[in-house]
Protein backbone atom coordinates (compact mmCIF):
# COMPACT_ATOMS: atom_id res chain seq x y z
CA UNK A 1 0.00 0.00 0.00
CA UNK A 2 1.26 3.27 -0.53
CA UNK A 3 -0.25 6.68 0.77
CA UNK A 4 0.65 10.30 0.10
CA UNK A 5 -1.06 13.29 0.92
CA UNK A 6 -1.43 16.62 -0.48
CA UNK A 7 -2.12 20.38 0.99
CA UNK A 8 -4.95 22.71 -0.09
CA UNK A 9 -4.64 26.05 -1.10
CA UNK A 10 -5.52 29.77 -0.52
CA UNK A 11 -5.28 32.26 -3.36
CA UNK A 12 -3.89 35.36 -1.65
CA UNK A 13 -5.05 36.84 -5.08
CA UNK A 14 -5.83 35.86 -8.90
CA UNK A 15 -8.58 33.14 -8.85
CA UNK A 16 -11.09 32.95 -11.85
CA UNK A 17 -8.92 35.42 -14.01
CA UNK A 18 -6.16 32.61 -13.95
CA UNK A 19 -8.26 30.75 -15.92
CA UNK A 20 -7.75 33.77 -19.10
CA UNK A 21 -4.31 33.39 -18.78
CA UNK A 22 -3.84 36.36 -15.76
CA UNK A 23 -1.56 35.29 -13.30
CA UNK A 24 -2.59 33.97 -9.95
CA UNK A 25 -0.95 33.55 -6.50
CA UNK A 26 -2.39 30.58 -4.37
CA UNK A 27 -0.42 29.67 -1.36
CA UNK A 28 -0.32 26.19 -0.03
CA UNK A 29 -1.71 25.82 3.43
CA UNK A 30 -1.56 23.38 6.50
CA UNK A 31 -5.03 21.04 5.79
CA UNK A 32 -4.15 18.04 4.00
CA UNK A 33 -5.83 15.34 1.71
CA UNK A 34 -4.80 11.99 2.48
CA UNK A 35 -4.81 9.04 -0.21
CA UNK A 36 -4.44 5.22 0.35
CA UNK A 37 -4.04 3.48 -3.01
CA UNK A 38 -3.27 -0.23 -2.95
CA UNK A 39 -2.82 -2.56 -6.59
CA UNK A 40 -5.59 -4.48 -7.16
CA UNK A 41 -4.92 -8.68 -9.02
CA UNK A 42 -8.39 -7.58 -11.04
CA UNK A 43 -8.71 -4.35 -12.95
CA UNK A 44 -11.51 -2.98 -10.86
CA UNK A 45 -11.63 0.15 -8.47
CA UNK A 46 -12.94 0.43 -5.35
CA UNK A 47 -12.78 3.62 -3.32
CA UNK A 48 -13.92 4.21 -0.27
CA UNK A 49 -14.40 7.96 0.55
CA UNK A 50 -16.13 8.82 4.08
CA UNK A 51 -15.76 12.53 4.26
CA UNK A 52 -17.90 12.77 0.52
CA UNK A 53 -21.23 13.91 1.70
CA UNK A 54 -23.03 10.80 1.00
CA UNK A 55 -22.64 9.91 3.81
CA UNK A 56 -19.75 7.88 3.80
CA UNK A 57 -20.04 5.38 1.30
CA UNK A 58 -18.15 2.87 -0.49
CA UNK A 59 -18.01 2.02 -3.84
CA UNK A 60 -16.76 -0.82 -6.43
CA UNK A 61 -16.86 -0.06 -10.02
CA UNK A 62 -14.67 -1.21 -13.38
CA UNK A 63 -13.83 -4.71 -14.46
CA UNK A 64 -16.32 -6.46 -15.91
CA UNK A 65 -19.63 -4.79 -14.78
CA UNK A 66 -21.49 -2.14 -16.57
CA UNK A 67 -18.61 0.07 -15.23
CA UNK A 68 -20.67 2.51 -13.15
CA UNK A 69 -20.52 2.18 -9.05
CA UNK A 70 -22.64 -0.01 -6.94
CA UNK A 71 -23.98 2.28 -4.66
CA UNK A 72 -27.59 3.08 -3.47
CA UNK A 73 -27.75 6.92 -4.14
CA UNK A 74 -28.89 8.95 -7.23
CA UNK A 75 -26.78 8.83 -10.04
CA UNK A 76 -25.70 12.42 -10.89
CA UNK A 77 -24.90 12.80 -7.15
CA UNK A 78 -21.96 9.68 -7.29
CA UNK A 79 -21.16 10.82 -10.70
CA UNK A 80 -20.05 14.70 -9.16
CA UNK A 81 -18.98 12.73 -6.27
CA UNK A 82 -16.30 10.64 -8.20
CA UNK A 83 -15.39 12.59 -10.85
CA UNK A 84 -12.09 13.41 -9.41
CA UNK A 85 -10.75 10.12 -7.86
CA UNK A 86 -12.22 8.58 -11.08
CA UNK A 87 -9.92 11.18 -13.05
CA UNK A 88 -6.87 10.72 -10.87
CA UNK A 89 -7.24 7.00 -11.31
CA UNK A 90 -6.99 7.43 -15.39
CA UNK A 91 -4.26 9.57 -15.00
CA UNK A 92 -2.41 7.07 -12.73
CA UNK A 93 -3.29 3.86 -15.65
CA UNK A 94 -1.85 6.07 -18.61
CA UNK A 95 1.49 6.88 -16.60
CA UNK A 96 2.32 3.96 -16.12
CA UNK A 97 1.23 2.42 -19.49
CA UNK A 98 -0.91 0.19 -17.54
CA UNK A 99 -4.60 0.73 -18.36
CA UNK A 100 -5.91 -2.44 -16.77
CA UNK A 101 -4.78 -1.46 -13.35
CA UNK A 102 -7.30 -2.11 -10.20
CA UNK A 103 -6.98 -0.36 -7.30
CA UNK A 104 -8.14 -0.24 -3.96
CA UNK A 105 -8.75 3.49 -2.57
CA UNK A 106 -9.43 5.66 0.39
CA UNK A 107 -9.71 9.08 0.68
CA UNK A 108 -9.49 10.61 3.77
CA UNK A 109 -9.14 14.72 4.24
CA UNK A 110 -9.01 17.50 6.34
CA UNK A 111 -9.76 19.93 3.04
CA UNK A 112 -13.66 21.14 3.29
CA UNK A 113 -15.15 19.81 -0.60
CA UNK A 114 -16.21 22.70 -2.89
CA UNK A 115 -15.03 25.41 -0.35
CA UNK A 116 -12.42 26.61 -2.54
CA UNK A 117 -9.87 25.43 -0.25
CA UNK A 118 -8.70 23.24 -3.40
CA UNK A 119 -10.01 19.74 -2.06
CA UNK A 120 -10.22 18.20 -5.72
CA UNK A 121 -6.80 19.29 -6.42
CA UNK A 122 -5.35 17.97 -3.19
CA UNK A 123 -7.14 14.25 -3.98
CA UNK A 124 -6.16 14.48 -7.52
CA UNK A 125 -2.88 15.24 -6.60
CA UNK A 126 -2.20 12.79 -3.96
CA UNK A 127 -4.02 9.79 -5.48
CA UNK A 128 -1.86 10.19 -9.02
CA UNK A 129 1.08 10.23 -6.34
CA UNK A 130 -0.05 7.48 -4.67
CA UNK A 131 -1.64 5.12 -7.66
CA UNK A 132 2.17 5.79 -10.04
CA UNK A 133 4.02 4.78 -6.98
CA UNK A 134 2.37 1.84 -6.21
CA UNK A 135 2.48 0.93 -9.85
CA UNK A 136 6.24 0.97 -9.54
CA UNK A 137 6.16 4.57 -11.85
CA UNK A 138 6.66 7.45 -9.51
CA UNK A 139 6.18 10.88 -11.35
CA UNK A 140 8.13 14.60 -10.19
CA UNK A 141 5.81 16.88 -8.42
CA UNK A 142 6.08 19.02 -11.64
CA UNK A 143 4.67 15.59 -13.79
CA UNK A 144 2.45 14.84 -11.15
CA UNK A 145 1.21 19.00 -11.24
CA UNK A 146 0.67 18.07 -15.10
CA UNK A 147 -1.27 15.24 -14.69
CA UNK A 148 -3.37 16.16 -12.11
CA UNK A 149 -4.13 19.18 -13.91
CA UNK A 150 -5.14 17.27 -17.03
CA UNK A 151 -7.61 15.69 -14.41
CA UNK A 152 -9.08 18.91 -13.29
CA UNK A 153 -9.49 20.23 -17.06
CA UNK A 154 -11.25 17.27 -17.77
CA UNK A 155 -13.46 17.21 -14.87
CA UNK A 156 -14.45 20.43 -15.40
CA UNK A 157 -15.20 20.39 -19.27
CA UNK A 158 -12.10 22.23 -20.05
CA UNK A 159 -12.15 24.81 -17.86
CA UNK A 160 -9.27 24.59 -15.49
CA UNK A 161 -6.18 26.59 -14.76
CA UNK A 162 -2.71 25.01 -13.62
CA UNK A 163 -2.67 27.36 -10.40
CA UNK A 164 -4.58 24.88 -7.69
CA UNK A 165 -2.63 21.45 -8.98
CA UNK A 166 0.92 23.45 -9.36
CA UNK A 167 0.45 24.78 -5.95
CA UNK A 168 -0.60 21.43 -3.61
CA UNK A 169 2.19 19.56 -5.55
CA UNK A 170 5.06 21.81 -5.08
CA UNK A 171 3.58 23.92 -1.61
CA UNK A 172 4.21 27.04 -0.56
CA UNK A 173 3.31 30.07 -2.49
CA UNK A 174 3.17 29.63 -6.20
CA UNK A 175 2.67 32.37 -9.21
CA UNK A 176 0.75 30.80 -12.26
CA UNK A 177 0.40 32.62 -15.27
CA UNK A 178 -0.93 29.77 -18.49
CA UNK A 179 1.70 27.20 -18.35
CA UNK A 180 4.67 29.23 -16.76
CA UNK A 181 4.57 27.87 -12.92
CA UNK A 182 6.69 28.18 -10.35
CA UNK A 183 7.49 28.65 -6.64
CA UNK A 184 7.92 32.69 -4.97
CA UNK A 185 9.14 33.50 -2.10
CA UNK A 186 6.77 35.20 0.46
CA UNK A 187 6.56 35.67 4.06
CA UNK A 188 4.44 33.83 6.71
CA UNK A 189 1.10 35.86 5.99
CA UNK A 190 -1.47 35.89 8.73
CA UNK A 191 -4.29 33.74 7.31
CA UNK A 192 -7.55 33.32 8.65
CA UNK A 193 -10.09 31.43 7.05
CA UNK A 194 -13.68 31.94 7.66
CA UNK A 195 -15.99 28.04 6.15
CA UNK A 196 -20.05 28.80 5.85
CA UNK A 197 -20.46 25.27 5.78
CA UNK A 198 -21.64 25.78 2.01
CA UNK A 199 -20.38 24.67 -1.32
CA UNK A 200 -19.58 25.97 -4.59
CA UNK A 201 -20.01 24.60 -8.26
CA UNK A 202 -16.36 24.78 -9.75
CA UNK A 203 -17.29 23.66 -13.26
CA UNK A 204 -20.70 26.29 -13.02
CA UNK A 205 -18.93 29.14 -11.60
CA UNK A 206 -16.14 29.20 -13.75
CA UNK A 207 -18.58 29.07 -16.65
CA UNK A 208 -20.74 31.97 -15.66
CA UNK A 209 -17.32 34.41 -15.78
CA UNK A 210 -17.08 32.43 -19.71
CA UNK A 211 -20.25 33.94 -20.18
CA UNK A 212 -19.92 37.04 -18.74
CA UNK A 213 -16.44 37.92 -20.49
CA UNK A 214 -18.04 36.66 -23.65
CA UNK A 215 -20.88 38.64 -23.63
CA UNK A 216 -19.65 41.91 -21.76
CA UNK A 217 -16.60 44.03 -22.51
CA UNK A 218 -16.13 45.81 -19.73
CA UNK A 219 -16.34 42.22 -17.67
CA UNK A 220 -13.33 41.14 -19.77
CA UNK A 221 -11.56 44.36 -18.66
CA UNK A 222 -12.71 42.94 -15.15
CA UNK A 223 -10.48 39.58 -15.42
CA UNK A 224 -7.84 41.89 -16.99
CA UNK A 225 -8.40 44.04 -14.02
CA UNK A 226 -7.61 40.88 -11.80
CA UNK A 227 -4.05 40.18 -13.99
CA UNK A 228 -3.00 44.11 -13.55
CA UNK A 229 -3.83 43.63 -9.76
CA UNK A 230 -1.83 40.25 -8.99
CA UNK A 231 0.85 41.97 -11.70
CA UNK A 232 1.03 44.43 -8.26
CA UNK A 233 0.88 42.67 -5.83
CA UNK A 234 3.60 40.54 -6.75
CA UNK A 235 5.71 43.46 -7.28
CA UNK A 236 4.93 44.01 -3.32
CA UNK A 237 5.72 40.43 -2.25
CA UNK A 238 8.98 40.78 -4.19
CA UNK A 239 9.90 44.06 -2.32
CA UNK A 240 9.62 42.28 1.17
CA UNK A 241 12.13 39.71 3.30
CA UNK A 242 10.47 36.50 2.72
CA UNK A 243 12.01 35.37 6.21
CA UNK A 244 11.07 38.37 8.24
CA UNK A 245 8.34 38.89 9.39
CA UNK A 246 5.73 40.49 7.34
CA UNK A 247 6.06 44.34 8.22
CA UNK A 248 2.10 46.51 8.72
CA UNK A 249 2.95 48.23 5.83
CA UNK A 250 3.27 44.95 3.65
CA UNK A 251 0.33 43.45 4.75
CA UNK A 252 -1.44 46.49 4.54
CA UNK A 253 -0.88 46.79 1.18
CA UNK A 254 -1.78 43.21 0.60
CA UNK A 255 -4.95 43.60 2.40
CA UNK A 256 -6.13 46.74 0.33
CA UNK A 257 -5.37 44.57 -3.31
CA UNK A 258 -7.36 41.44 -1.38
CA UNK A 259 -10.64 43.80 -0.95
CA UNK A 260 -10.04 45.40 -4.08
CA UNK A 261 -9.86 41.36 -6.02
CA UNK A 262 -12.84 40.29 -3.48
CA UNK A 263 -15.05 43.62 -5.33
CA UNK A 264 -14.05 42.28 -9.16
CA UNK A 265 -15.03 39.19 -8.13
CA UNK A 266 -18.10 39.67 -6.75
CA UNK A 267 -18.63 41.99 -9.86
CA UNK A 268 -18.09 38.73 -11.94
CA UNK A 269 -21.05 37.34 -9.27
CA UNK A 270 -18.92 34.61 -7.60
CA UNK A 271 -19.67 36.01 -4.15
CA UNK A 272 -22.72 35.46 -2.12
CA UNK A 273 -24.44 37.01 0.36
CA UNK A 274 -22.58 34.65 3.36
CA UNK A 275 -19.52 34.98 2.00
CA UNK A 276 -19.87 38.48 1.83
CA UNK A 277 -21.21 38.95 5.35
CA UNK A 278 -18.14 36.89 6.53
CA UNK A 279 -15.31 39.22 4.35
CA UNK A 280 -17.08 42.52 6.32
CA UNK A 281 -17.01 41.24 9.72
CA UNK A 282 -13.37 40.22 9.25
CA UNK A 283 -13.20 43.98 7.74
CA UNK A 284 -14.94 45.25 10.69
CA UNK A 285 -12.78 43.26 13.32
CA UNK A 286 -9.76 45.21 12.00
CA UNK A 287 -8.65 42.48 9.30
CA UNK A 288 -5.72 44.84 6.57
CA UNK A 289 -7.94 42.74 3.87
CA UNK A 290 -10.35 39.93 2.99
CA UNK A 291 -11.92 38.36 0.41
CA UNK A 292 -13.42 35.04 -0.97
CA UNK A 293 -11.12 31.98 -1.91
CA UNK A 294 -11.44 29.57 -5.06
CA UNK A 295 -14.47 29.46 -7.57
CA UNK A 296 -17.10 31.37 -4.70
CA UNK A 297 -20.77 30.80 -4.52
CA UNK A 298 -20.35 29.48 -1.10
CA UNK A 299 -17.68 28.26 0.94
CA UNK A 300 -14.07 30.42 2.15
CA UNK A 301 -13.27 33.57 2.61
CA UNK A 302 -9.48 34.46 3.50
CA UNK A 303 -8.16 37.55 5.36
CA UNK A 304 -5.16 38.87 6.71
CA UNK A 305 -4.63 39.62 10.55
CA UNK A 306 -1.87 38.54 12.68
CA UNK A 307 -4.23 39.58 15.75
CA UNK A 308 -7.00 37.20 17.20
CA UNK A 309 -9.66 40.05 16.52
CA UNK A 310 -10.77 38.24 12.95
CA UNK A 311 -11.13 34.59 14.55
CA UNK A 312 -13.30 36.20 17.16
CA UNK A 313 -15.53 38.21 15.13
CA UNK A 314 -16.52 35.23 12.54
CA UNK A 315 -16.80 32.74 15.68
CA UNK A 316 -19.83 35.46 16.34
CA UNK A 317 -20.64 36.07 13.02
CA UNK A 318 -23.87 33.89 12.30
CA UNK A 319 -23.12 32.90 8.76
CA UNK A 320 -19.63 30.98 9.25
CA UNK A 321 -19.85 27.46 10.53
CA UNK A 322 -15.86 26.96 10.94
CA UNK A 323 -12.76 29.79 11.68
CA UNK A 324 -9.28 28.70 11.55
CA UNK A 325 -5.99 29.96 11.16
CA UNK A 326 -4.18 28.61 7.92
CA UNK A 327 -0.03 28.10 8.40
CA UNK A 328 1.44 28.07 5.00
CA UNK A 329 2.30 24.77 4.01
CA UNK A 330 6.25 24.46 2.89
CA UNK A 331 5.70 20.67 1.66
CA UNK A 332 3.56 19.68 -1.16
CA UNK A 333 2.65 16.72 -2.06
CA UNK A 334 4.34 13.89 0.36
CA UNK A 335 4.24 10.04 0.68
CA UNK A 336 3.26 9.49 4.11
CA UNK A 337 3.77 5.21 3.73
CA UNK A 338 5.50 3.19 1.16
N1 LIG B 1 -12.37 13.89 0.76
C1 LIG B 1 -12.76 13.66 -0.50
N2 LIG B 1 -13.12 12.43 -0.91
C2 LIG B 1 -13.50 12.21 -2.19
N3 LIG B 1 -13.57 13.16 -3.14
C3 LIG B 1 -13.22 14.40 -2.80
C4 LIG B 1 -12.80 14.72 -1.46
N4 LIG B 1 -12.52 16.04 -1.41
C5 LIG B 1 -12.78 16.53 -2.66
N5 LIG B 1 -13.18 15.56 -3.49
C6 LIG B 1 -13.58 15.75 -4.90
O1 LIG B 1 -13.45 17.13 -5.22
C7 LIG B 1 -14.74 17.73 -5.51
C8 LIG B 1 -14.78 19.15 -4.99
O2 LIG B 1 -13.93 19.95 -5.79
P1 LIG B 1 -14.26 21.43 -6.25
O3 LIG B 1 -15.70 21.55 -6.62
O4 LIG B 1 -13.25 21.84 -7.25
O5 LIG B 1 -14.05 22.25 -4.91
P2 LIG B 1 -12.71 22.64 -4.13
O6 LIG B 1 -11.57 22.20 -4.95
O7 LIG B 1 -12.80 24.11 -3.97
O8 LIG B 1 -12.79 21.97 -2.80
C9 LIG B 1 -15.73 16.77 -4.84
O9 LIG B 1 -17.01 16.82 -5.48
C10 LIG B 1 -15.06 15.42 -5.04
O10 LIG B 1 -15.25 14.94 -6.36
C1 LIG C 1 -11.90 29.45 -10.09
C2 LIG C 1 -10.54 28.80 -10.22
O1 LIG C 1 -9.59 29.81 -10.59
C3 LIG C 1 -10.07 28.22 -8.86
C4 LIG C 1 -10.97 27.16 -8.30
O2 LIG C 1 -10.55 26.77 -7.00
P1 LIG C 1 -11.42 25.76 -6.13
O3 LIG C 1 -11.60 24.52 -6.93
O4 LIG C 1 -12.73 26.43 -5.83
O5 LIG C 1 -10.60 25.52 -4.89
C5 LIG C 1 -10.60 27.73 -11.31
C6 LIG C 1 -9.23 27.24 -11.78
O6 LIG C 1 -8.23 27.96 -11.65
O7 LIG C 1 -9.19 26.13 -12.35
MG1 LIG D 1 -11.29 22.45 -7.06
Not at 89 to 94: F, H, L, P, T
Not at 125 to 153: C, K, M, N, Q, W
Not at 264 to 276: K, P
Request: negative net charge; glycine residues 12%.
Amino acid sequence: MTVSSAPGKVYLFGEHAVVYGEPAVPCAIERRATVSVEVRDDSRVRVTAPDLSLDGFTVEYGGDGDGRPDVNVAKGLVEAGIAYVDAAVEQARDAADAPDAGFDVTVESAIPLGAGLGSSAAVVVAGIDAATRELGHPLSPEELAERAYRAEYDVQDGQASRADTFCCAVGGAVRVEGDDCRRIDAPNLPFVVGFDGGAGDTGKLVAGVRELREEYGFAADTVESIGDLVRHGESVLADADPAAEPTDELLAELGRLMDFDHGLLEALGVSSRTLDNMVWAAREAGAHGAKLTGAGGGGCIVALDETPETETALRYTAECQDVFRAELAPDGVRVEEE
